[in-house]
């Protein structure tokens, strides 16, 4: 049972453009957002996060938004880098849990 | 400070054999959390545990897997009798506090090849 959905297992785009990857879940009760990146043969690392009570969250080039009503998430990554590339991971939690569901990753491609 | 530190980072096993993973959280950190991704999926929730304690083991399969986080040294995540199907990455994560708005800090993870 698939919580947290990323339905696109790559993206390739060019240096300098946007780069936008999605996500959605299907539970409602989930209230806490994460994106996470992961190299090779490295834990993921913590990107950038969001409340349920709040809609946008920039940090620096990333900028998370979150659509409650239709359950979905995207990051944005404006100008993306070629050190960008990765497979990132959007995780999702609820108040109560202990747990991170996480997505299926969606491998980012920069080509410079 | 150090961060969430795994070993080994590889570890090949012949099915039947045991399995241990450990797991030192990051410096001041008291929970622990385990992840297992196998090829071509996301990490999935196995058990998370604070000192001496199984909070919540729901993710964890009900035979041949155990975790503890004893109060002096490391977590393991130990696993019996391993079987093809064992082989996957195991990553643990620590945070320094439950609940809400608590980002996890993953390590490295431990790669596990059953032979």
């Known amino acids: 049972d698939q919580q947290v959905k990323q339905n696109s297992p790559s993206l390739s785009v060019q240096e300098g453009r946007i780069s936008i990857l999605n996500c959605d879940y299907t539970?409602?009760?989930?209230?806490?957002f994460l994106w996470y990146k992961k190299y090779p043969a490295e834990g993921p690392t913590f990107l950038i996060s969001?409340?349920?009570?709040?809609d946008k969250n920039e940090d620096g080039r990333f900028t998370v938004f979150l659509n409650k009503s239709a359950k979905h998430l995207s990051l944005h990554i404006v100008p993306s880098q070629p050190g960008d590339s990765a497979v990132y991971f959007c995780?999702?939690?609820?108040?109560?849990?202990?747990?991170?569901?996480f997505g299926t990753g969606t491998s980012l491609t920069v080509i410079p | 400070n150090a961060g969430v530190m795994q070993n080994p980072r590889h570890l090949v096993r012949r099915r039947g054999q045991e399995a241990r993973l450990r797991c030192s959280p990051m410096?001041?950190?008291?929970?622990v959390y385990w992840y297992r991704q196998l090829p071509e999926e996301g990490l999935k929730f196995m058990v998370y545990?604070?000192?001496?304690?199984?909070?919540?083991e729901s993710g964890m399969p009900k035979e041949r897997f155990s975790a503890e986080f004893p109060k002096e040294g490391p977590s393991i995540l130990r696993i019996q009798q391993v079987v093809r199907g064992d082989s996957a990455a195991y990553f643990c994560a620590s945070s320094p506090n439950s609940g809400f708005y608590n980002e996890q800090f993953f390590g490295p993870g431990t790669r596990l090849t059953v032979l």
């Open positions: 410096k001041g950190h008291s929970h």
């Open positions: 995780a999702a939690s609820q108040d109560t849990g202990n747990q991170f569901y």
């Open positions: 539970n409602s009760m989930f209230d806490y």
């Open positions: 969001i409340s349920s009570i709040k």
């Open positions: 545990l604070q000192k001496e304690n199984i909070i919540d």
